[in-house]
Structures are given as C-alpha cells and as structure tokens.
C-alpha cells in the first residue's frame, strides 16, 4: 500500500483514501498512514463503530480527514439496515465526536437513501448542521433491480426548493445544497452519464489489483512488484484503460491526468 501510494504521489496523485470492508479493522492503518507521502490527501470511510479509540492516533499519524458511513440515527434501524448489535450507534457518534475533537476535517456523513430511512433526511441535516458537518446523501447503486432504493430524486427537488444557494462540483458535477447552515451534497451514480465523465479516480482491491472503474472487472491491472518504477507503470497502463461506464455517451477520459486514488 505503501509503495502504490509513494508512486501515485510521484505521478502527480493529489489524494488517496483508504476504504473497505472496514479499514479500521487494520490495527496498523496509523503505522501505514505515517508511511503514505505527506503531500498526499490522506482521508478514510469507516463505519465509525471503531472510530473513538482511534481517531487521535490517525490524526498524529498524519490522516487529514474522514467520511463516516451511518444511514440512521434511530438504533432500531440503524442496526436493521447494518446488520449491527445494540449500542453501535453511540459508537459511531462517539467517533464522529473524537474525529472532531482530533480535527480530522472536512468530516463528510454517507447517507445511502433507502427506502426505510428516507424519511430522517430532514433530521439528518440538522443532526449535521448542528455539528459542522457535511451530509452526503448517497444514490443506492440498485444493480439488482431489489426496488429498496429511496426517492433520492423527490429528496433532491425538494433540497433545491429549499436551498439559499446551490454549488456544482467538478467531480461528478455532484450538486451541493446550502441550507441554512447545512450542507448538502447528492450523489447521483445511477443513469448519470457526467458521474463517469468527470471521474478521476484509479481503485485498487485489497487483493493487489488496479481498478479503472468501480462497475468493472474485467480490466484489472494485477500488481506484481513493490519496486517504485514498476508500480509507476502499472498505475500507467491502469490509467490506459480508463474509459466511461457509459461508454460511447461519454468523453473519452483514457489520458485524463492522475488525480484521486482509493485503496480499497
């Protein structure tokens, strides 16, 4: 990992984060963040549940910051939709509080809209209001076709009519909504031709290969060397084969330069 991201940050990569599965669940992650490039944007996902007791060690290590996975505030059904235990709720919050309290900010909230949570959005944004946070609510990628996905579309509409003002980011031209004090950025995947235009990012599985493109398999570029130089050829080729999920809808983004990686 830590020789992937020593290449990328020579190629020109401006960030890396590190996702899963469950990231924290490395009880050396703070070890591998203090060897990854300084110059490097050093950001995790987590589910939080871990978080607490971790947070001021990554902090020191060198992490700059987090987005922290939590679909409810209601226990019941936060442990319903994540299949967790009693009491992991508290510890979720209790890490986004130590996340704070150690500075690791921006702090970003996923918030996959289902269709048995859609209803606490309005109590999502002020939870992240209140706290300085900022709430990403996130498009289920429904690839299955199970009909569990939330109304993202109608909680859009209404986020527009709502808002003070209204931000388009390059990246995905996601959509971030101010609201009196809160802020909203949607995430749209699903059907978004600009979602795979505008992406920038290189993925690598935790089983050494290089990933082009998240709803993808069959382009993987196996890493086989820890020397510099080779991974720095096989970033190359893996960016080579970047091409938009949507294929011919899209620009072409093959040559588009090193910008973002996840280590997942």
């Known amino acids: 990992m830590v020789s992937i991201a020593k290449a990328a940050a020579e190629l020109g990569m401006r960030s890396v984060k590190f996702t899963g599965g469950e990231p924290l669940l490395r009880k050396d992650l703070d070890l591998i963040v203090a060897r990854i490039p300084q110059s ?13 007791e971790r947070a001021e060690a990554l902090a020191r290590a060198g992490l700059d910051r987090v987005n922290v996975s ?12 994540t299949g967790g235990r009693p ?29 048995r949570n859609e209803s606490e ?3 999502m944004i002020d939870f992240c209001r209140r706290r300085g946070l900022i709430l990403q609510l996130i ?9 569990i996905s939330g109304d993202i579309e109608g909680i859009e509409r209404s986020l527009a009519f709502q ?11 996601r959509k971030k909504y101010f609201l009196d004090g809160a802020e909203v ?16 990012r290189l993925r690598v599985t935790s089983d050494g290969k290089i990933k082009p493109c998240l709803l993808r398999s069959d ?24 091409e938009p999920y949507f294929g011919n809808v899209c620009r072409s983004v093959a040559d588009a330069p090193f910008i973002e990686s996840k280590i997942i």
């Open 70 to 81: 939590l679909d409810s505030l209601q226990p019941n059904r936060y442990c319903q939709i």
């Open 163 to 173: 808002a003070d003002s209204i931000l388009i980011r390059e990246m995905h031209r």
């Open 139 to 147: 498009e289920l990628l429904d690839i299955q076709g199970q009909g």
């Open 219 to 242: 382009n993987l570029v196996k890493i086989d060397s820890c020397n510099p130089e080779r991974v720095k050829e096989l970033l190359r080729v893996a960016n080579s084969r970047r």
């Open 40 to 52: 490097l944007d050093i950001s995790i996902t987590t589910n939080g549940i871990l978080l607490a």
């Open 87 to 115: 009491g992991d709720l508290e510890r979720v919050l209790a890490g986004i509080d130590a996340s704070r309290e150690a500075d690791l900010l921006p702090l970003k909230l996923n918030f996959v809209v289902l269709k």
């Open 121 to 123: 959005v309005p109590e």
């Open 185 to 200: 950025e949607v995430v749209r995947p699903m059907d978004n031709t600009e979602f795979c235009a505008h992406c920038t």
